[in-house]
């Protein structure tokens, strides 16, 4: 089955720090997309990146970007500069060509510290 | 383009009542996903549909629970008889056709949170 883990339930960053959210996820397949969601107290679900595991280079989205390592199956966030409204709950996520539903990670509630 | 609506936002029902939450897709969207969260939880998967037809129920509880797409209208995840357990907040999501959905990310709405009395 396939699980996607998310090690810190919590994380602190100084405002302007950066911070690295960990995900490891479990698969036999060998196509598949990888998702960051953002979750602030509005309960809105924001997508922040996405990285398709075919592609070697990681993905970026301005202060966002990833390091996955397909071979460990990791795929963590970075967070460069952080704000105040980076302040939010943040799902790792996981889908494969063969199926289309997404696996989310339990979260991480990411506080940023003034 | 108006995102995905989810209706209501706030739903209070006491045990043993009926609750019928709506979800309307982006426009364009033909497929339509429903995720369940629990507090201090991830989303869990329960139900994929296209119109009319159920494409995935595997997360759905057996009983008391079921969904449907019609041809016009939004999409209705229905809960009968609630119970306690049942209070989470519940996330519609859609996406475009199917091939050419799987690099895309599934678009969320604002989610409807229920609460058993």
């Known amino acids: 089955a396939q699980t996607v883990t998310q090690s810190q339930p919590e994380m602190s960053v100084q405002e302007a720090e950066t911070v690295t959210l960990s995900c490891t996820y479990d698969?036999?397949?060998?196509?598949?997309?990888l998702f960051w969601y953002k979750q602030p107290p509005s309960r809105q679900m924001i997508l922040v990146i996405r990285?398709?595991?075919?592609?070697?280079q990681n993905a970026t989205e301005n202060r966002f970007s990833v390091n996955f390592q397909k071979a460990a199956k990791s795929f963590s966030l970075k967070i460069s500069d952080s704000q105040l409204g980076d302040a939010a709950m943040y799902f790792c996520?996981?889908?494969?060509?063969?199926?289309?539903?997404?696996?989310f990670g339990k979260g991480t509630r990411l506080h940023i510290l003034p | 383009n108006a995102g995905v609506m989810q209706n209501p936002r706030h739903l209070v029902r006491r045990r043993g009542q009926e609750a019928r939450l709506r979800c309307s897709p982006m426009?364009?969207?033909?497929?339509v996903y429903w995720y369940r969260q629990l507090p201090e939880e991830g989303l869990k998967f329960m139900v994929y549909l296209q119109k009319e037809n159920i494409i995935d129920e595997s997360g759905m509880p057996k009983e008391r629970f079921s969904a449907e797409f019609p041809k016009e209208g939004p999409s209705i995840l229905r809960i009968q008889q609630v119970v306690r357990g049942d209070s989470a907040a519940y996330f519609c999501a859609s996406s475009p056709m199917r091939g050419s959905s799987y690099n895309s990310p599934l678009h969320f709405g604002n989610g409807t949170r229920l609460t058993v009395t």
């Open positions: 990285q398709e595991a075919y592609k070697q």
């Open positions: 698969t036999s397949e060998s196509d598949y997309y």
């Open positions: 426009k364009g969207h033909s497929h």
């Open positions: 996520a996981y889908r494969t060509n063969r199926d289309d539903k997404i696996i």
